[in-house]
């Protein structure tokens, strides 16, 4: 997209005295491609149509193929494989009681299991009987299954892999939940799709949760709270999609749709309210917490029902005179918004950012008692506005070409300065930022701030009286991995605050990844490297105040797949802190994913 | 997709173009429909410490959690929005539906909420860290403290509730200990006498805490989503305020081939065929109102289809069709490319509509030429007629009006970008049209008043036109769309680059130099206009002025070994050794095995005019690789290998080897190459090193 019509970068060459070439691009190549023919039209009588007609042969383009996939034997493998373990989930969540019948197409000759959950014993049979009894121990009611194959290494007569298994089941007022890495071996798939052969579940990285209630823990209640309002089934029931077919792509509108929320008593009544960034286009939406529980949608008369594209917006009270004042993302600037009091906002003072401003995060950073803002960037060009989805990230990943995250002082008056190079926030500071979160993790007084970045590593600024130094090398914190989100607390109540970040899983990033042949000829390093960028969301664990432990792997906690928001918080009441994630990238009408 | 470079320094041109190309690729297939770790479902995990197990663990419990979702989920904010003592959850999404709000449904143990102000610090305390100390009344498990920051902004794009929430587990009495943002002694307030679970406000300064009454609001019932009637109108009709360029493509009227549009006229463009029933009824219906549409000052042009039918078709049916109904606009066929063309312009106007062709389509467009409104499916003369007076209506008042959500806008809106939608035929694999698109673009009429197609865009076509013709080697072209390109656009550096650039192909080097300093007065770090500049100034022998410029690109490309191998050449043949070797050890570090950088390295340090820069050592070791690289048969590498040995003062053996260059190069080699290896050879028996005049 941005390539086209790029610098034609011809140079003329000048001869080398030892015949060394001359130096230069190549000429940009783009739209040499010779055109595609449409398709023939088909053959056939037109039909006598009552609806608006579909002209034929313009089938859509098949841009599936892809080249590098049939090179891993071990990929074609897993997807069939994971067909198999697809049906399973099924079958699993079909019935209450299995049947070894309707389990016999997953087994192979002689298949053997010890029991699913390593404390209990086995049931001792094999084959298909075997398996659905081992499964009923653990099941037996309203069922539920999922599984994904994270790593496969062919044997000599069979393929072993690990699975990550999640076992799921409600009866009797109860309800539980058993995660387990299975060890499978299957059968070589020749002909027919793959069976178990074996299944072992180690101990290691079990987990089992059990529920005094068969109910779950969060309803679904948005519908109660919003449905007063006009703007609910108008906008906010419909996703990206909806709207990408039927908005003007030039107001800003991108099928990645990171929009985000904010909570905050904006009009003092002591009840929370709620503010939804929005796409290009959708006006931004606030909505008043009632004493009801319902929620009133005042974003016009509150002056804050911006078009503009939007990513993120923060309450806080920028003049310390007692009422919320709104910092918002609009395209690429940020507008501070004062609050009257009442909860109606005028917008005052703009600062345009370089680049593709992502969030904003705010402390006052300098004890001055104003709050400041952080305002963290990801691409270096403008995204959707600049009509580009992502940048180019290079190294992958470790990248440091993104946009410069700029720190905003606040100077009084709602007025802001950029000091990020002052405060030596302008280091290691163009990673393609996507969240940060500000914490006194040395617990010194003041206000550090790590910044989680989407192809480089992670930022640790340690504030040492309003001077920053990155020392996320230094603390173990840089988690080199696609960084989306940031949260501190004190998951283990030792009164040192911890950090957990979200990140990409990809199953398919850790098969890949610990096959020989990828990238074959780099570093171990380089490719322990990759196979960390796959992990998935990581925990630190705060040891000294200085440094801390990654323990994301003890704990349990990788699993968050392709995670945004992966936020602490005590879910349960029991005063120790849970974690919640918000997870998906994009998903289309077509479920091939890629 | 392509592998990513490993470093941005060693990433060559090309491997950043396939790499950019690769990301291109992944987008341009989600745009098309694939999933890229869709339907992913949230996930929760419960803290298990609070269930007495050894150590800390989380149980993966997303199944039992309600928030499994397969939604495409980004933000979290947590609050107990209703107020029974738990955190709920406002999630927002990429999919439908975009934010949720899940109540939590646990049945509460006891809760501590604080509400905290600042006196001393930010009013909002952001950053006070909080200590719920529990008191000695609590049970054995209960009486460990619990600590939470108040913050402004974390997770994704998210803040949460500045009330802060403590599960307490059954936990009795107990002290709030404060350490307010820039204080070093903490403040305690201990819990108002009797409370167990509740919300307390903290005032600092205070050391009291204040009971806040705040009644659990149990939700009403849900009610059903309304279902909304607009919809499909939403689908079907798109008001545009960025107007691109309706397609240059033709009709043909009784065997002649015709512009679609008539210049300066605004049109009521509609596709259809005769056999597809909608088409007919609407034809119909604005037959009776074609006076009415003529007033509007729309000249209707119906593009007909019905060659494209599932059977084919000769166009017979269509003309019949017309005169027995006497529709009295003007129609004519037009071809497959045609109305694809007309489709995929139409479809770039909102960013994912990629669905095939559905006739009747019809577009508004207005006198500039440029699509205003869209109809997909049929529309009724009524309509269109309202319609009409958003073609000459300014577009912050149509953006305004027509958006199907209305809210204010804070930026003008985005000008009309055709130049974008060309870039579009092009990633979709059609590159004539590209162009064809983007010849339109440059020739359309100059016009007035807010959608007249703009210098910048006009410039823009001149821009990539140039580059076209840059590409194809078609340089008094290239300069010709490049000086519109400096006219249109004279502070686009790209477009000097571009005729720097075409100039310098022609020869005319001086000019180059002045359009690509241009260039770099606009953007001083634009790489292309530098390197090119450098190459005209070696075509006027500035060498000096040549070598600033590579200097400067390598600066920004440390990478771009080819031009520092080639700045090494330039400062050695201006007698600067010092920077050649500066350069050459580098690239020797980089690229050990190359011979030709080892060869001329070890060549400039053995033989240099200047003692100080001169290593004898270092050459002859550079001298022994080159000639080991080229298996002691090349008598430039042994010549070499001679004059650092004679540097280092070993004699006999650059007089060994000397002979042995002159032995290789033979009685037929160039004679005066031959002379000069004989000259160095007597210089060697004499005892006396090769060191190079200046």
Redesign the interface.
């Known amino acids: 997209m941005t390539k086209h019509f790029q610098m034609a970068t011809r140079l003329v060459a000048i001869a080398g005295t030892l015949g060394l070439s001359a130096c230069g691009d190549p000429p940009a190549a783009d739209g040499e491609d010779p055109a595609t023919e449409p398709p023939a039209a088909q053959p056939g009588s037109p039909p006598a149509v009552a609806e608006p007609a579909a002209l034929e042969g313009f089938a859509r383009e098949d841009l599936r193929e892809d080249p590098g996939r049939a090179a891993w034997q071990t990929e074609i493998f897993n997807e069939a494989a994971s067909g198999q373990l697809k049906k399973l989930a099924a079958t699993i969540a079909d019935s209450p009681v299995l049947e070894a019948k309707s389990l016999a197409k997953f087994v192979g000759e002689g298949f053997t299991t010890g029991s699913l959950h390593p404390d209990r014993p086995p049931a001792g049979a094999t084959g298909a009987e075997g398996f659905a009894a081992a499964l009923n121990e653990l099941l037996g009611g309203e069922n539920a299954a999922e599984f994904k194959i994270v790593s496969v290494q062919p044997g000599e007569d069979r393929v072993h892999t690990e699975i990550l298994a999640s076992l799921a089941s409600r009866k009797d007022g109860k309800s539980w939940q058993a995660n387990a890495r299975w060890k499978a071996a299957w059968t070589m798939a020749d002909d027919g799709p793959p069976k178990l052969l074996a299944l072992e579940v180690p101990a290691e990285g079990f987990t089992f949760h059990e529920r005094a209630t068969a109910d779950p823990m969060f309803s679904d209640q948005t519908a109660a709270v919003l449905a007063g309002n006009r703007s609910y089934p108008l906008q906010l029931v419909h996703g990206i999609d909806h709207w990408m077919e039927r908005m003007e792509a030039a107001y800003g509108m991108d099928l990645v749709g990171n929009h985000g929320v904010a909570v905050a008593d904006v009009n003092g009544d002591g009840l929370d309210d709620v503010y939804f960034c929005q796409a290009g286009g959708l006006p931004n939406r606030l909505f008043l917490g009632q004493p009801d529980g319902t929620a009133r949608d005042v974003s016009a008369e509150a002056g804050v029902d911006f078009c503009d594209y939007s990513r993120a917006a923060i309450f806080v009270d920028l003049d310390n005179d007692g009422d919320q004042d709104l910092a918002v993302l609009l395209n690429a600037t940020v507008v501070i918004l004062a609050n009257d009091g009442t909860g109606s906002f005028s917008a005052g003072n703009r600062y345009p950012i370089i680049g593709n401003a992502t969030a904003l995060s705010s402390a006052d950073y300098d004890d001055d008692r104003l709050l400041d803002l952080y305002v963290v960037v990801r691409d270096a060009e403008l995204g959707v506005l600049g009509n580009r989805l992502l940048g180019s990230p290079i190294p992958y990943h470790d990248a440091n070409n993104g946009g410069p995250n700029v720190m905003l002082r606040n100077e009084g008056g709602l007025a802001f300065r950029a000091v990020t190079g002052e405060t030596g926030l302008d280091r290691n500071n163009r990673r393609f930022s996507q969240a940060a979160a500000w914490e006194d993790y040395d617990n010194d007084g003041d206000q550090d701030l790590y910044v989680a970045n989407d192809f480089g590593r992670n930022n640790l600024y340690r504030n040492d009286g309003g001077q920053f130094t990155d020392v996320a090398a230094a603390a173990g914190v840089e988690d080199l991995s696609a960084g989306m989100s940031v949260s501190w607390a004190d998951y283990n109540r030792d009164g040192r605050m911890d950090l957990y970040v979200g990140n990409m899983f990809s199953s398919a990033g850790n098969r890949v990844t610990y096959q020989r042949q990828f990238k074959d000829g780099i570093a171990d390093d380089l490719r322990g490297l990759y196979q960390r960028h796959a992990r998935g969301n990581s925990l630190f664990e705060s040891v000294d105040g200085g440094t801390f432990r990654d323990v994301s792997l003890e704990t349990g906690v990788t699993m968050g797949r392709w995670a945004w928001s992966s936020v602490f918080a005590d879910l349960d009441n029991d005063g120790w802190e849970d974690l919640v994630v918000a997870n998906g990238f994009v998903t289309n009408e077509d479920t091939h994913d890629l | 997709?392509s592998?990513?470079?490993?470093?941005?320094e060693a990433?060559s041109?090309?491997e950043?173009?396939t790499?950019?190309?690769g990301?291109?690729q992944?987008?341009?297939?989600?745009?098309?429909?694939?999933?890229?770790?869709?339907?992913?479902?949230?996930?929760?995990?419960?803290?298990?410490?609070?269930?007495g197990a050894g150590g800390?663990?989380?149980?993966?419990?997303?199944?039992?959690?309600?928030?499994d979702f397969?939604?495409?989920?980004?933000?979290?904010?947590?609050?107990?929005?209703?107020?029974d003592?738990?955190?709920?959850?406002?999630?927002?999404?990429?999919?439908?539906?975009?934010?949720?709000?899940?109540?939590?449904?646990?049945a509460?143990?006891?809760?501590r909420q604080v509400v905290l102000e600042?006196t001393?610090?930010?009013?909002?305390a952001?950053?006070a860290?909080v200590?719920m100390v529990p008191g000695s009344g609590s049970p054995a498990g209960?009486r460990?403290?619990?600590?939470?920051?108040l913050?402004?902004?974390?997770?994704?794009?998210?803040?949460?509730?500045?009330?802060l929430?403590?599960?307490?587990?059954g936990?009795a009495g107990g002290t709030i200990r404060v350490?307010w943002?820039?204080?070093?002694a903490p403040e305690d307030f201990p819990l108002p006498d009797g409370m167990t679970s509740g919300r307390v406000k903290l005032v600092q300064g205070t050391g009291k805490a204040r009971r806040?009454d705040?009644?659990a609001?149990?939700?009403?019932?849900?009610?059903?989503?309304?279902?909304?009637a607009a919809e499909e109108d939403?689908?079907r009709r798109?008001v545009?305020?960025?107007r691109p360029l309706f397609p240059p493509v033709h009709i043909t009227v009784e065997g002649e081939k015709t512009p679609v549009l008539t210049p300066g006229k605004a049109a009521l463009v509609n596709v259809w065929?005769s056999?597809?029933?909608?088409?007919v009824t609407e034809l119909t219906e604005w037959r009776d109102h074609a006076g009415a549409l003529e007033d509007a000052g729309l000249e209707v042009v119906l593009v007909n289809?019905d060659t494209?039918?599932?059977?084919?078709?000769s166009g017979e049916s269509a003309r019949r069709f017309l005169a027995a109904e006497q529709i009295p606009f003007r129609a004519g066929a037009a071809d497959?490319?045609a109305?694809?063309f007309i489709?995929e312009v139409l479809g770039?106007?909102?960013?994912?509509?990629?669905r095939?062709?559905?006739?009747?389509f019809s577009c508004l467009v207005d006198r500039h030429g440029q699509v205003a409104v869209i109809y997909r499916?049929?529309v009724t003369a009524a309509q269109v007629l309202a319609d009409a007076a958003l073609v000459d209506m300014d577009p912050v008042a149509v953006?305004s009006r027509v958006?199907?959500?209305?809210?204010?806008?804070?930026?003008p809106?985005?000008p009309?970008?055709s130049?974008?939608v060309?870039?579009?035929l092009?990633?979709?694999?059609?590159?004539?049209?590209?162009?064809t698109y983007i010849e339109h673009i440059f020739n359309a009429p100059r016009g007035e008043g807010p959608y007249a197609l703009s210098e910048t865009q006009r410039g823009?076509a001149a821009?990539?036109l140039?580059?076209?013709m840059?590409?194809e080697s078609r340089f008094e072209e290239?300069v010709r769309y490049s000086r519109s390109a400096v006219k249109f656009t004279p502070d686009d550096p790209?477009a000097h680059?571009?005729l720097g650039?075409a100039l310098?192909?022609l020869g005319d080097a001086s000019g180059a130099i002045r359009h690509l300093s241009d260039a770099l007065d606009l953007q001083a770090d634009l790489t292309?206009a530098l390197?090119?500049r450098g190459?005209a100034h070696?075509?006027t022998n500035d060498g000096k002025a040549a070598l600033r410029d590579f200097e400067r690109v390598l600066e920004l490309q440390p990478g771009?070994d080819?031009?520092r191998?080639?700045t090494a050449?330039l400062w050695f043949?201006g007698g600067v050794d010092e920077r050649a070797i500066r350069h050459l050890r580098y690239l020797v570090k980089k690229q050990p095995d190359s011979l030709?950088i080892t060869?001329?390295l070890s060549w400039i340090l053995a033989t240099s005019p200047d003692p100080a820069v001169r290593r004898g050592e270092e050459a002859r070791q550079l001298a022994l690789r080159w000639v080991r690289g080229t298996g002691s048969r090349d008598h430039q590498a042994l010549n070499g290998l001679a004059a650092a040995q004679a540097e280092t003062g070993d004699f006999p053996g650059a007089v060994q080897n000397m002979t042995r260059a002159i032995e290789l190069l033979g009685a037929a080699g160039d004679p005066q190459v031959l002379q000069t290896y004989r000259e160095r050879l007597a210089l060697y028996e004499a005892g006396r090193p090769f060191h190079r005049t200046k």
């Open positions: 997709m592998q990513s470079p490993l470093t941005l990433a041109r090309e950043l173009t790499y950019e190309d990301w291109d992944l987008f341009q297939r989600i745009r098309h429909g694939e999933s890229l770790s869709g339907r992913e479902r949230n996930c929760v995990f419960i803290n298990e410490a609070g269930r800390v663990t989380f149980a993966d419990v997303s199944h039992l959690s309600g928030l397969p939604d495409d989920g980004r933000g979290i904010a947590l609050t107990d929005w209703d107020r003592g738990d955190l709920d959850l406002w999630l927002s999404n990429r999919t439908s539906p975009a934010v949720r709000f899940m109540r939590n449904d646990h509460p143990g006891s809760f600042g001393r610090c930010n009013r909002d952001i950053g860290r200590e209960a460990r403290a619990t600590h939470r920051t913050r402004a902004g974390d997770g994704y794009l998210s803040q949460s509730s500045k009330t929430h403590f599960g307490a587990a936990e350490r943002p820039g204080q070093d806040l705040v009644p609001a149990p939700l009403p019932e849900a009610a059903p989503v309304p279902g909304d939403l689908l798109i545009v305020v960025g065929a056999w597809c029933r909608p088409c289809a494209l039918g599932p059977s084919g078709g497959r490319e109305i694809e489709h770039q106007v909102t960013p994912s509509y990629r095939p062709p559905v006739i009747p499916g049929p953006r958006a199907p959500v209305t809210g204010r806008w804070l930026n809106p985005i009309p970008k130049i974008a060309a870039g579009e092009l990633s979709n694999g059609h590159p004539a049209r590209a162009r823009d821009f990539a140039a580059s076209f840059l590409e290239a790209r680059t571009n650039v310098l192909s292309v390197l090119n190459q070696l075509r771009n080819q031009l191998a080639q050449l043949q030709q060869g001329v």
